[in-house]
């Protein structure tokens, strides 16, 4: 059963609905969104550098007890969570999420509950977005597909927004749309260029000489001389054409042009700046400095958007006030090598300031729950006015009983 058939079952009541009023005084309908971009090559190179590593993404439900999170019990929510719906796997849902967000600046996933439990998340693509209020003030939003319009609780939906600036409830502009209109000159800078590029190709397979026959010759003198003048070429191994006085090569001086490396340069890294993908990341050969870069400026902000919009969907303002959350562990992205890592995590951790499990986060695993609340500390420091004798074994009772109390 697809989703669209859910929606006719579980399709809200038919009941007196008004279209919702938005602070700026615009009616918030949105229709199908953005332009074509995705026909760039350069647009789907730049997206799907940013989706690969957004599918490593390790969505975990946690529970936060002051600055330690500790995982929640395996749960209908974790469960869904691990395998969204029949036919998505965790990684191709966050995969279809960023698509759509990169594309569409807006993203909808459908919750499915069946007597209060979580037992689906299915992604939705609509055309039409509408959103509409009841009377008791209950937001419901009025979707269009190919297979029907339906009605549902904007409650139902994980809502996943970006761009998020001109408009109350849709990313985008001010009409709910992405604004790519300074992107498109571009694309359509970089398109001319490859026509360009194409008609030098196909101008260098075009006529480059002509033969010349200095004699007079009748239409049938011609098709004898020009039939053995490709039975020459067709003879030829040595790639010396042997001609005869009353012929001669004349050759066209074509001065073929293609684009320079600077301008191929300034329009690709226009394009990729738009959606903050430095050319290093797509080619795969960046440096730790550059991946870091990368990750703060474009990856962690969607990071933060997905984990925010699923705990705010998910859970309920109590479960919330619970310190309920749901994490999207980077995992494989953490920008700084294991060594890197681990000397952050032994400077830090033997003085006591990490947690057991901030420590297991910092690797990008996930926390345990038989580690939470707990910290440890090196017992290899000392006060400096008391080495000598702690050293030798000398210390007093008092002297160490004050540098306990010191920590």
């Known amino acids: 059963m697809g989703v669209l058939d859910f929606f006719r079952r579980k399709q809200a009541e038919r009941q007196q609905?008004?279209?919702?009023?938005?602070?700026?005084?615009?009616?918030?309908?949105?229709?199908?969104?953005?332009?074509?971009?995705?026909?760039?090559?350069?647009?789907?190179?730049?997206?799907?550098?940013?989706?690969?590593?957004?599918?490593?993404?390790?969505?975990?439900?946690?529970?936060?007890?002051?600055?330690?999170?500790?995982?929640?019990?395996?749960?209908?929510?974790?469960?869904?969570?691990?395998?969204?719906?029949?036919?998505?796997?965790?990684?191709?849902?966050?995969?279809?999420?960023?698509?759509?967000?990169?594309?569409?600046?807006?993203?909808?996933?459908?919750?499915?509950?069946?007597?209060?439990?979580?037992?689906?998340?299915?992604?939705?693509?609509?055309?039409?977005?509408?959103?509409?209020?009841?009377?008791?003030?209950?937001?419901?939003?009025?979707?269009?597909?190919?297979?029907?319009?339906?009605?549902?609780?904007?409650?139902?939906?994980i809502h996943i927004?970006?761009?998020?600036?001109?408009?109350?409830?849709?990313?985008?502009?001010?009409?709910?749309?992405?604004?790519?209109?300074?992107?498109?000159?571009?694309?359509?800078?970089?398109?001319?260029?490859?026509?360009?590029?194409?008609?030098?190709?196909a101008s260098s397979f075009a006529i480059n000489a002509v033969v010349k026959y200095n004699t007079m010759l009748d239409d049938g003198k011609q098709e004898e001389e020009i039939r053995k003048f490709e039975q020459k070429i067709a003879n030829s191994q040595s790639g010396i054409l042997p001609m005869d006085l009353k012929a001669e090569i004349v050759q066209f001086n074509r001065q073929l042009q293609t684009v320079d490396d600077t301008t191929l340069k300034f329009l690709d890294d226009k394009i990729l700046r738009f959606f903050g993908v430095p050319v290093e990341i797509v080619r795969g050969n960046y440096t730790t400095e550059q991946y870091q870069a990368f990750y703060q400026k474009t990856l962690e902000p969607l990071i933060v958007a997905y984990s925010e919009a699923f705990t705010k969907a998910l859970?309920?303002?109590?479960?919330?006030?619970?310190?309920?959350?749901?994490?999207?562990?980077?995992?494989?992205?953490?920008?700084?090598?294991?060594?890197?890592?681990?000397?952050?995590?032994n400077l830090l951790g033997q003085s006591g300031t990490l947690y057991e499990n901030e420590k297991r986060v910092a690797l990008g695993l996930e926390p345990l729950e038989e580690l939470k609340g707990v910290r440890l500390q090196s017992l290899n420091y000392v006060d400096v006015s008391i080495a000598k004798e702690y050293q030798t074994g000398n210390i007093s009772a008092g002297a160490q009983k004050g540098n306990e109390d010191n920590g």
Do not use: C
């Open 17 to 157: 609905y008004t279209i919702m009023q938005m602070l700026n005084g615009r009616t918030p309908i949105f229709s199908s969104f953005g332009n074509n971009i995705y026909a760039s090559d350069v647009v789907q190179q730049a997206i799907y550098t940013i989706v690969t590593e957004m599918k490593k993404l390790n969505p975990r439900h946690v529970v936060r007890d002051g600055y330690d999170l500790a995982p929640a019990n395996y749960n209908d929510i974790q469960r869904v969570l691990d395998h969204p719906n029949a036919i998505m796997t965790k990684s191709d849902l966050i995969e279809w999420i960023t698509w759509a967000v990169m594309l569409n600046y807006n993203a909808f996933i459908y919750i499915t509950k069946q007597d209060g439990k979580l037992t689906a998340l299915t992604p939705v693509n609509p055309q039409n977005v509408e959103f509409l209020q009841t009377p008791d003030g209950k937001i419901h939003v009025q979707m269009q597909f190919d297979g029907g319009t339906y009605i549902l609780p904007y409650a139902n939906f």
């Open 315 to 345: 859970f309920s303002d109590r479960e919330i006030g619970f310190k309920n959350e749901i994490v999207f562990y980077p995992k494989e992205l953490i920008f700084m090598s294991t060594q890197q890592t681990l000397e952050m995590i």
């Open 161 to 201: 927004k970006t761009h998020y600036y001109g408009n109350d409830l849709m990313g985008g502009g001010v009409n709910g749309q992405p604004d790519f209109g300074g992107l498109l000159k571009t694309l359509d800078m970089n398109e001319m260029m490859l026509e360009g590029v194409r008609k030098v190709l």
